[in-house]
């Protein structure tokens, strides 16, 4: 069977679930035992979500290979259970610098370099290399942004043309919202029609429409959706807003999704997806029989796309324990030694988040010493563990002024130090410690009886590290280098053995959380708040 290419594309406006409902169908094709990839096509000219302000991007999500990524990739990774890669997530500012490099190193010998033919090929290669030898039966490209937008119009050009040369193997599905005036009690179909309009100008056609709705679409609804937009009525895809993201692959299931797609692209493949695990996950999820909260201490708590993936994975392992996970937010700015008790009342556990710069650093490092004072389950995630190295310095080992160098390049005690091969660095973005990196798990430990192996590889973001210089000092008064990297020394993971469960890491366990995997890191910590 030919590679199969779906595009999934975005009218009306932003923030439908375009990564949703991409990441759902990919399961309905998955469960019926097919290999499928999703990628994200984003039109920014930034080369990638690296170096944007989260509260402009939200996360940014790492793959093995290294590569920064829009926060869907973690959508995508959570639903399939499978990893992504550098190829899984192109933006303009990719497409683009490969192809000014091209024509530096005179590839194109010497013709004019226009959007047209030469982007838009770029952007067809880019589509292209997940389906190359086979490896996927489907791939489905998400394209971000709206259609209409200026900066979209390459990538809708890129779709005409794979449609127009492949039009058996490619399908293209359009997200629309279907508004409810409450004034007139109405359903209006007129965005849609318009949206499918706009690009049906660029010269694409959907098949499929799927339709964002607060409230049922009746079949005169759809009909009329179809009559307009040329498509058929089994086309008109519901997707009514869900209490669980988890719940739309079965919603697009009742709809038919997976059955239409399979249909129009001739795939030929088992007749009903294998949904036992996720069913069993969200049987657990609507019926837990405890209930903890977590108090997560961060700088962007206004924004909370910007710790999805640890949301979803404390939610994924409160699940594996029949738990409830309830959030507190908790703004690091906000904290201080006189209300961090006021602060914290109440809580099962505090995670302490990652993150770059000053602000709210203080904050973080006054929350870890409350919890460890107070014998509160605590997890630290990349500035979360370097906060509890800087507070363990000052109030137990008596490092008066113990700090980060990123913080205090003049600190008397730099516990944490910038890394060797990062100090003569120029160019900030791409240029971290990123990526999948092995790290060696002392025994007798949180660490080692969570992920029951001494051998463990996680993701990395970070261009700062423990300061070695000091570590048998720290492990002289109690805090523990429980696990590191055998072949840089580098220091992983820290914990305190006299406290219940004090763990602090400096990689991200988010990114390796799935629904079907459910990380054991975020699973013993929710187990530690529930003892």
């Known amino acids: 069977m030919n590679t199969k290419y779906i595009f999934v594309t975005g009218g009306v406006t932003s923030s439908l679930g375009k990564g949703i409902v991409s990441a759902s169908l990919a399961k309905l094709l998955q469960a019926r035992d097919l290999k499928v990839t999703i990628q994200k096509l984003d039109p920014y000219i930034n080369i990638d979500p690296g170096t944007l302000n989260p509260y402009e991007h939200g996360e940014c999500f790492v793959t093995n290979d290294g590569a920064e990524t829009d926060l869907d990739l973690g959508h995508y990774e959570r639903f399939l259970d499978i990893a992504t890669s550098q190829a899984n997530n192109i933006t303009t500012g990719r497409i683009y610098q490969s192809v000014i490099n091209k024509e530096r190193q005179g590839v194109y010998l010497g013709k004019t370099v226009q959007v047209i033919p030469h982007i838009t090929n770029e952007i067809i290669d880019s589509v292209k290399l997940l389906g190359e030898n086979n490896e996927y039966d489907v791939v489905i490209t998400e394209i971000g942004g709206t259609i209409g937008d200026i900066e979209s119009l390459p990538f809708a050009e890129a779709v005409r043309q794979m449609k127009w040369e492949n039009p058996k193997d490619c399908l293209s599905i359009h997200l629309t919202l279907v508004p409810y005036l409450a004034a007139a009690g109405e359903l209006k179909t007129k965005p849609t029609q318009h949206s499918v309009k706009k690009l049906q100008e660029l010269g ?16 005169d609804i759809r009909s009329k959706i179809a009559r307009f937009c040329n498509v058929s009525s089994d086309s008109v895809i519901q997707s009514i807003d869900a209490k669980s993201i988890y ?3 079965l919603l697009m299931q009742e709809e038919g999704l997976d059955k239409v797609v399979i249909e129009k692209l001739n795939i030929e493949t088992k007749e009903f997806p294998d949904l036992i695990k996720w069913k069993k996950f969200l049987d657990n999820q609507a019926n837990p029989t405890k209930e903890i909260t977590i108090a997560l ?10 710790y999805k993936s640890i949301i979803e994975s404390l ?15 908790l703004h690091s700015e906000k904290i201080t030694a006189k209300n961090v008790a006021k602060k914290l009342e109440g809580v099962n556990g505090v995670l302490v988040a990652p993150g770059f710069g000053e602000r709210g650093i203080e904050g973080k490092i006054e929350t870890i010493r409350y919890v460890r004072e107070n014998n509160i389950p605590f997890l630290g995630i990349c500035l979360g563990m370097q906060c509890a190295v800087i507070e363990f310095g000052r109030n137990v080992l008596d490092l008066k002024k113990a700090h ?5 390049a003049e600190t008397p005690h730099p516990v944490i130090d910038i890394m060797e091969d990062q100090k003569n660095l120029s160019n900030m973005g791409g240029t971290m410690r990123l990526g999948e990196y092995d790290c060696e798990v002392k025994k007798d430990s949180n660490t080692y009886k969570a992920y029951k192996d001494t051998s463990i590889t996680e993701r990395h973001r970070h261009r700062y590290e423990f300061n070695n ?15 590191k990297n055998t072949s840089t020394d580098l220091v992983e993971i820290v914990e305190i053995p006299s406290h219940k469960w004090f763990t602090a890491v400096q990689f991200h366990p988010e990114y390796k959380s799935s629904v079907e995997t459910p990380h054991p890191l975020f699973i013993g910590f929710v187990n530690a708040c529930l003892d």
């Open 315 to 329: 939610n994924i392992a409160g699940v594996s324990n029949s738990c409830k996970v309830k959030l507190k937010w």
């Open 204 to 219: 694409v056609q959907p098949d499929i429409l799927v339709c964002r709705t607060e409230h049922e679409l009746d079949q």
């Open 469 to 483: 210089k000091y570590l048998t000092f720290y492990e002289e008064n109690g805090m523990i280098a429980t696990g």
């Open 297 to 306: 201490v961060g700088k962007y708590v206004e924004l909370q796309d910007s």
């Open 247 to 249: 719940t739309v692959p």
């Open 404 to 408: 980060t160098v990123e913080i205090d």
